[in-house]
């Protein structure tokens, strides 16, 4: 039987948007980890091939820093001047 829509098969569940505790607990042991071995971690990626170190460091990464996501910018152009219609416009040609 599904659920119904908008409504939770487990309402007393993690709120919507809270990171799960184990992904927290992981980032947290990572950053200790670089923390703690920083000067090691550095000895060991100078001595990787370029290509080697970029890879390893590509796979760390998201665990560290957050990955940015797209926005959607809804803008009115009804509610802009002159002045700002033409700096936007401005700003388009230069992108391209």
């Known amino acids: 039987m599904?659920?119904?829509k908008g409504k939770s098969g487990n309402p007393a569940g993690r709120p919507k948007g809270k990171k799960n505790k184990v992904t927290n607990d992981v980032k947290k042991w990572l950053l200790d980890l670089f923390n703690t071995?920083?000067?090691t971690l550095e000895t060991d990626l100078k001595a990787m091939k370029p290509r080697e170190r970029w890879e390893i460091i590509a796979?760390?990464?998201p665990f560290i820093v957050?990955?940015?996501q797209?926005?959607?910018a809804k803008v009115d152009l009804n509610t802009?001047?002159?002045e700002q219609l033409t700096t936007i416009i401005e700003a388009i040609k230069e992108e391209l």
């Open 59 to 61: 796979k760390i990464l």
């Open 70 to 72: 797209a926005m959607d």
């Open 80 to 82: 802009l001047t002159e």
């Open 66 to 68: 957050p990955k940015l």
């Open 2 to 4: 599904p659920f119904e």
């Open 37 to 39: 071995h920083s000067k």
